[in-house]
């Protein structure tokens, strides 16, 4: 027992530990990013007042190499990245003190991969929501994790924008499972148990705050069992979370379906200090103006999610969101 009590100390000793040198590298990588920010803001003035160009630039990381021999990251091309990463935010009041939160390199990341400001303050925000290495990062950038947000924000049904709780970026209009490796005919059964045998990728792809809870779960409603493919609690949004798979396209009736669900949880399951439940319909495809439809008068909480076990293409999810506000300037 004293041996217990003695190592339960140990413990809070190293957590002493660990969260100090966690602070200690917060601090100096805010410390770095303000110096190349100094750094790009330098070069950006010399560029407009003394007109250096590429070869003062290439002097000036060719004498830093000679004078501190001992310390990378200061080529000409990390110079020039520099200047555009102060040029980009300095007019910026919101997101410059954010870009200090990231490190360098999801900075750069961020900064080669995005074409407006509504993308990169999507990328920065949710990169220190979600606190996402370099390697996350590029994949959720890859799979156009920023198009498939903004799609599903416009299409938001009545239900959900009547919440107490706020769902916007929560959401995406396209699930991206390339992770499972599916093949083309493959059954729910396969894609519910590739999930859950998939489980870190697939809240990564999610949301880090979604929470799993149990697949099939089980709600009783008048003595019969009814379940739940896939249950989750999300943090933020402080609710229940059920996903229903379907290998096909989505038909008006499994909305039915999910709702029953949706009430079963709020009655039976949910507890008071909870926000309402939200369903999330996952298909194999969709129709928009179906889904429309279906849910113009659903009271309840859902999504129509569609999911592609392949990686789209990034400029093709583009294409369809400026398609999609094409759509919109037209009606209005």
């Not at 379907?246 to 039915?256: N, Q, R, T, V």
């Amino acid at each position: 027992m004293e041996e217990n009590l003695t190592t339960t100390n140990f413990e809070e000793i190293i957590h002493l530990i660990n969260t100090s040198k966690q602070k200690a590298y917060e601090q100096v990588n805010t410390i770095l990013i303000e110096l190349y920010w100094n750094i790009g803001q330098y070069i950006s003035t010399k560029t407009i007042k003394e007109n250096w160009g590429k070869s003062v630039v290439k002097e000036l990381a060719d004498y830093i190499q000679i004078q501190e021999p001992t310390i990378n990251g200061f080529s000409d091309k990390n110079l020039w990245r520099m200047k555009q990463f102060y040029e980009t935010y300095h007019k910026n009041k919101k997101l410059s003190p954010l870009v200090r939160e990231l490190t360098w390199t999801n900075n750069l990341l961020i900064l080669s991969a995005s074409k407006s400001d509504e993308e990169r303050e999507f990328y920065i925000n949710i990169s220190i929501k979600e606190r996402y290495s370099k390697r996350e990062l590029e994949r959720q950038i890859k799979s156009g994790v920023f198009e498939r947000t903004i799609l599903a924000n416009k299409k938001l049904s009545p239900s959900l924008t009547l919440l107490p709780q706020e769902t916007t970026n929560v959401f995406k209009d396209i699930y991206s499972l390339e992770f499972l490796g599916l093949n083309s005919l493959h059954s729910e059964k396969n894609l519910q148990t590739s999930l859950l045998s998939n489980l870190k990728n697939f809240i990564l792809e999610i949301g880090k705050d979604f929470c799993f809870l149990g697949q099939e779960y089980k709600v009783q409603v008048g003595n019969k069992d009814f379940s739940i493919d896939l249950l989750f609690y999300h943090r933020e949004l402080q609710c229940l979370v059920a996903f229903e798979l379907k290998i096909d396209e989505f038909e008006p009736s499994y909305l039915g379906q999910l709702e029953f669900y949706l009430e079963a949880l709020d009655r039976d399951v949910k507890k008071e200090h909870e926000n309402p439940s939200i369903g999330v319909l996952l298909c194999r495809k969709k129709n928009d103006e179906v889904v429309k439809y279906a849910l113009s008068r659903s009271l309840s909480p859902t999504v129509i999610s569609e999911y592609e076990t392949k990686l789209i293409p990034k400029e093709l999810l583009r294409k369809k969101l400026n398609e999609f506000y094409e759509r919109l300037e037209i009606k209005e």
